[in-house]
Nanobody, 124 residues
Framework: HVQLVESGGGSVQAGGSLRLSCTTS????????LAWFRRGPGKEREGVASVDDSERATYAEFVQGRFTISRDSARNILSLQMNDLKPEDSAMYYCADGVSECYGGTLWSPYYKYWGQGTQVTVS
């Protein structure tokens, strides 16, 4: 049974930074992709960033140049460094874990089997 636990959310002023972390426990898959998604108030869930086993990443256009995704496969930690935060970045952020082969990252949510409970990010 795979569990994902996010941390690092909080409240920050516009222009500030936060670093989210997601720790994975249970069975660990190789050659898969991990990702961060978010759901803002009144909005649908959207993909933010994804990374494969070789640290090749894909980003949503709205975070290009501001967010950086990384994974530490040895410690089973997925991170998201968020800089120059904007009020529209306010959302619940979720990490997700895929179990099949994936290269280059994907923001296609049906690929992901396991999801965390989320961590709230509020930008004012």
């Amino acid at each position: 049974h795979v569990q994902l636990v996010e941390s690092g959310g909080g409240s920050v002023q516009a222009g500030g930074s936060l670093r989210l972390s997601c720790t994975t426990s249970g069975r660990v898959y190789s050659n898969n992709c991990l990702a961060w998604f978010r759901r803002g108030p009144g909005k649908e869930r959207e993909g933010v960033a994804s990374v494969d086993d070789s640290e090749r990443a894909t980003y949503a256009e709205f975070v290009q140049g501001r967010f950086t995704i990384s994974r530490d496969s040895a410690r089973n930690i997925l991170s998201l460094q968020m800089n120059d935060l904007k009020p529209e970045d306010s959302a619940m952020y979720y990490c997700a874990d895929g179990v099949s082969e994936c290269y280059g990252g994907t923001l296609w949510s049906p690929y992901y089997k396991y999801w965390g409970q989320g961590t709230q990010v509020t930008v004012s």
